[in-house]
T-cell receptor, first 115, second 115 residues
Framework: GNSVTQMEGPVTLSEEAFLTINCTYT??????LFWYVQYPGEGLQLLLK?????DKGSNKGFEATYRKETTSFHLEKGSVQVSDSAVYFC??????????????FGKGTLLTVNP | GAGVSQTPSNKVTEKGKYVELRCDPI?????LYWYRQSLGQGPEFLIY????????DSGLPNDRFFAVRPEGSVSTLKIQRTERGDSAVYLC?????????????FGPGTRLLVL
């Protein structure tokens, strides 16, 4: 089946620190990969995505590269801000017989950035 | 514009009772999804609607769970004979169409507690 494993939190960083949240996956087909973010009191929002190997998704200073050889999609940001404090979810979707809408999520990683 | 809204935001009920959870998708979005997020876990797919019909209900855990979308807009998730294990956050998402290029927009969720 399909599954996503992401690093356990919580992660606590100081402002301007470098962030990495690891994500690896297993998939029965060729997946598209996503990072979603959930800010306090808000719904899940798509942060970035990549649909094929070696693609790099980027948004708001965050980046993640689709690595097929290591089945990974690690999230990085060079300098975090207090406003980046949120829960981050790695997810995948596999195009299988037309059912490419199902998102399979990891457990989420809570990030807290202190001033 | 308005995002996906869900009501109620919180629901407390007693074991054995019936509950209804409502989702108002973004206007014009034909695809609607329900997910369930248990404590410490990522969201898990429940059901997908394209228009008025449930195109995929493979994620519903058992026949106590049912969802409708009679006019292709608002959807209601219905849970009969609730059990303590049903306690979770129920998330609704909508997208303009169906497919990997279509971003799913999530609502803030309904937090259900079964006592």
């Amino acid at each position: 089946g399909n599954s996503v494993t992401q690093m356990e939190g919580p992660v606590t960083l100081s402002e301007e620190a470098f962030l990495t949240i690891n994500c690896t996956y297993t998939a029965t087909g060729y997946p598209s990969l996503f990072w979603y973010v959930q800010y306090p009191g808000e719904g899940l929002q798509l942060l970035l995505k990549a649909t094929k190997a070696d693609d790099k998704g980027s948004n708001k200073g965050f980046e993640a590269t689709y690595r097929k050889e290591t089945t990974s999609f690690h999230l990085e940001k060079g300098s975090v801000q207090v406003s980046d404090s949120a829960v981050y979810f790695c997810a995948l979707s596999v195009d299988s017989g037309g059912s490419n809408y199902k998102l399979t999520f990891g457990k989420g990683t809570l990030l807290t950035v202190n001033p | 514009g308005a995002g996906v809204s869900q009501t109620p935001s919180n629901k407390v009920t007693e074991k054995g009772k019936y509950v209804e959870l409502r989702c108002d998708p973004i206007s014009g979005h034909t695809a609607l999804y329900w997910y369930r997020q248990s404590l410490g876990q990522g969201p898990e797919f429940l059901i997908y609607f394209q228009g008025t019909g449930a195109a995929d209900d493979s994620g519903l855990p058992n026949d106590r769970f049912f969802a409708v979308r009679p006019e292709g807009s608002v959807s209601t998730l219905k849970i009969q004979r609730t059990e303590r294990g049903d306690s979770a956050v129920y998330l609704c998402a909508s997208s303009l169409g169906q497919g990997l290029q279509e971003t799913q927009y999530f609502g803030p969720g309904t937090r259900l507690l079964v006592l």
